[in-house]
């Protein structure tokens, strides 16, 4: 198959060497001719050329030439009868009407001026093919109008301009952040920059817990100024607080053993800390093991002290017994029955000693007081084991009664009090067994701590943040959005050619994936994307010029090659051969008719020319003629 030029072929006084031209058998296989083709007849063998007419044999010479004059011709025939000169001439005169301005007609006779046809017609045809043909006369006007206002038609005589309008309002140039209107034509209607997005400025301030002092401090979103958020602890009881460290404090008023709370009589099975002496660690130790090391003797002898009677006090196992009765003496102590209970007389008032108080006046004394019950489940009610029963509907209480909450739940099934483990509720109005009401208790909240995250607790919520509004309602925070990117100038829609990504939810990944010869990496809060040297197609644009370290130029022997290194750093670099490069020659000029023109050259490969050294990535660039360095460029394309 040959291949096809739309467009004339300029070889620019160059010679066309080893050409054949096309080859036919008759006249008729060649369709379509124009004026001016030509072709070489095998039959007859010889070329022939097509007038426009009809296939005229070119060349052949001239045997017999007889030349008559006509009615409006004359021979003029000059020189030799060997060589003679032939200058004919017309004559529009045909010796009846006198000479005027005349044409030719199509029956071969002259007709003045005045007699041509009154009407030419052309057809005129839109573009798209539609409509009806439109004939035009000789004396018609022609207009051409544009459909809409996307074009302007002018002309200057005969020169008719088709473009399109000045847009009003609009100004040329570049815009950042570019808002773009565009109507149904894509003519841009309206464009304008976009404000740059907006940081909040709003102060967030940190307030510390328990056992911290002056912590926290205030900061803004915007961390330019790179400000310093200072945390420092507080010194607590048996603690102290130094310049570079927290410590137990051993010493003073507020000491650690000072500082701990009273406990109750001593047991052999408590533990004290001490500090051994091997190695100087604090460690704990049983009471049991203390009196272990505590020096032993042997006893002589034994006293009998009051309300005590001792049998044989010289003895080394002497009988001690108590002085005790059942009845209420002065001089005895209180003795226990069988059953283990003990009596003492029963005391009118109370008092600060430490004299013994019967049973029933305790009760007497505490009525009123109160009493730790247990446990219970503040969603269904059911006290815990050791107790039995739904403190809701079978339990008889009294005033007094403490319960603790150990199963969160709504007290008696009311929402609007909400209990959870560590609440307490007290009884203030006695009650028979099922007719208990939340009326009929007091509800104390446990102490809470600062909450967390997975923990209730404690809070404080700012509603002053830019945006942000709160409401706390029955125990319960609600914070809302009220700029929801009216001022943050964020994309939510990725879009691309195969489908658009949407932002759903707060914590949506956008992926970046490379693919090809182009790699993605992150670094911080950087996305790179890179293309990989020497793999997929890639181009450059390189310029003739010797003056460049990787092209070289020679001229002799009437041609002139540049050289290029497509293995330079400069050019696809690596171990690029010519013989993977495309090449396209272009006119490098910047202006006029042949600006960016694609010229043809004679291009070689992997060979070194014009004077250079580049083994197999020389990719070679012949001129006829001497050619000056940057006239013409190159445009390269690597199939790696």
């Known amino acids: 198959m040959a291949i096809n030029f739309l467009n004339n072929v300029a070889l620019n006084k160059n010679e066309l060497r080893g050409a054949a031209i096309e080859n036919q058998p008759n006249d008729a296989s060649v369709p379509n001719p124009v004026s001016g083709q030509i072709y070489f007849n095998t039959t ?40 003679p000169i032939f200058a004919p001439d017309l004559s529009a005169v045909d010796g009846v009407v006198i000479a005027n301005d005349r044409f030719l007609t199509k029956n071969n006779k002259w007709a003045t001026v005045a007699s041509i046809p009154g009407t030419y017609t052309w057809k005129i045809l839109t ?35 088709i473009g399109m309008p000045a847009q009003s309002g609009l100004t040329a140039g570049s815009y950042t952040r570019a808002s773009i209107t565009v109507d149904a034509y894509g003519r841009v ?37 790179d400000e310093t958020i200072n945390f420092e602890v507080g010194a607590g009881a048996g603690i102290q607080v130094n310049a570079n460290d927290v410590a137990i404090d051993y010493a003073g008023a507020n000491n650690i053993i000072d500082a701990a709370a009273d406990g109750t009589t001593i047991a052999l099975d408590d533990k004290i800390i001490y500090e051994d002496d091997t190695d100087n660690i604090v460690k704990e130790i049983e009471v049991s093991d ?73 009760q007497a004394a505490v009525t009123g007081l109160l009493e730790f019950k247990g446990g219970f489940n503040a969603n ?39 209990l959870t483990p560590g609440d307490s509720v007290i009884c203030q109005t006695a009650k028979t067994a099922g007719n208990a009401t939340e009326a009929d208790f007091i509800v ?83 996305l790179t994307i890179t293309g990989v040297d020497n793999q997929g197609a890639i181009g450059k644009s390189v310029l003739l010029n010797s003056a460049l370290t990787y092209v070289s130029a020679d001229t002799s022997g009437g041609i002139t090659t540049f050289a290029i290194n497509v293995a330079s750093g400069s050019v696809f670099g690596g171990t690029v051969d ?45 001129f006829t003629g001497t050619v000056s360095s ?11």
């Open 189 to 225: 209607t309206a464009a304008s920059s976009g404000a740059a997005p907006v940081i909040s400025d709003a102060t967030i301030t940190l307030t510390g817990g328990s056992g911290l002092a002056n912590a926290g401090g205030a900061f803004t979103l915007n961390q330019a100024a």
């Open 444 to 526: 104390v909240q446990s102490d809470t701590d600062l909450a967390t995250n997975s923990t209730p607790g404690l809070m404080f919520i700012n509603p002053t943040g830019s945006g942000i509004t709160s409401n706390i309602a029955t125990g319960q925070a609600t914070l809302t959005n009220t700029d929801k990117g009216s001022s943050q100038n964020i994309f939510k829609n990725v879009a691309s050619d195969s489908g658009t990504a949407v932002a759903d939810n707060n914590n949506d990944t956008l992926t970046v994936v490379g693919a090809g010869s182009i790699t993605t990496a992150v670094t911080g809060d950087t």
């Open 127 to 161: 573009n798209s093919g539609g409509g009806a043909l439109a004939t035009v006369a000789s004396a018609d006007t022609v207009t051409f109008t544009s459909g809409n206002s996307t074009l302007d038609i002018t002309n200057s005589g005969l020169s008719i301009s």
């Open 44 to 83: 007859s063998t010889n070329l022939k050329i097509y007038t426009g007419a009809a296939w005229e044999e070119v060349g052949g010479g001239v045997e017999t030439l007889t030349i008559n004059p006509g009615t409006f011709v004359s021979p003029n025939s000059t020189g030799t009868a060997a060589n």
């Open 380 to 418: 269904t009610g059911d006290l815990d084991s050791p107790l039995s029963g739904d403190l809701y509907v079978d339990v008889a209480i009294l005033v007094g009664d403490y319960y603790v909450v150990t199963t969160a739940g709504d007290f008696f099934g009311n929402a609007a009090t909400p």
């Open 290 to 362: 203390l009196l272990a090391l505590a020096p032993q003797g042997d006893v002589t002898g034994i006293d009998a002290g009051t309300y005590i009677s001792i049998d044989d006090p010289n003895t080394a196992t002497p009988t001690v017994n108590a002085l005790g009765t059942e009845a209420a003496t002065a001089s005895r102590l209180v003795a226990r029955d069988s059953s283990g209970f003990g009596y003492v007389a029963t005391p009118s008032t109370g008092d600060s000693t430490t004299k013994i108080a019967t049973t029933a006046f305790v």
């Open 578 to 622: 010519a013989i993977d490069v495309k090449c396209e020659v272009i006119d490098a000029s910047t202006s006029g008719a042949t600006a960016g023109q694609t010229v043809y050259a004679d291009i070689t490969r992997g060979i070194n020319a014009g004077g250079a050294t580049y083994g197999t990535a020389s990719l070679n660039i012949a």
């Open 630 to 640: 940057s006239v013409y460029r190159v445009l390269l394309t690597y199939l790696g």
